[in-house]
């Protein structure tokens, strides 16, 4: 497998608006994408910054990882999302390389992503996010120059 790029890195923040706030007067960051994900209990915002995004992650549920992450270690960096070209082709190669896994299949991340969770012993405490950003994908089949 192959790194593509460094797709977002997540933030776990306690108040949503109040981290946009803050992000658009530092930095003259602006909103590019809203969602909330049920399964994983938060709502986010994504920043665009270049071809990648700061990921502000508020919790919706107090059992959700991003509560618990926020309990233990206030807000802060929560993991860091690499895009590939293939999230199960992805995994299969860690696995066989003996990597432990969070998720053992791919599932729907945001913005139509197929998303998995690599356990944090595997990258120096990090928790990382495999991405397969459709879009790029696509992107990528289209020849870069005119013939
Ligand atoms: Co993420």
Same mark, same amino acid.
């Given at each position: 497998m192959r790194l593509q790029r460094i797709d977002h890195v997540g933030y776990a923040v306690t108040d949503l608006e109040e981290a946009v706030r803050h992000h658009q007067r530092l930095f003259g960051a602006t909103v590019s994408h809203r969602e909330e994900l049920q399964r994983d209990g938060v709502r986010e915002a994504l920043l665009a910054v270049g071809d990648s995004y700061l990921q502000l992650l508020e919790p919706?549920? $107090? $059992?959700?990882p991003v509560a618990r992450f926020l309990a233990r270690?206030?807000?802060?960096?929560?993991h860091v999302g690499y895009g590939v070209a293939d999230v199960a082709a992805s995994l299969d190669d860690l696995r066989s390389l003996g990597v432990r896994l969070v998720d053992e299949v791919p599932r729907h991340g945001s913005r139509g992503c197929m998303v998995a969770f690599l356990h944090p012993k595997n990258a120096m405490g990090v928790l990382v996010e495999l991405v397969e950003d459709p879009s790029l994908v696509a992107d990528l089949s289209e020849p870069l120059h005119e013939a």
């Open positions: 919706t549920r $107090d $059992d959700s270690n206030g807000p802060g960096v929560h």
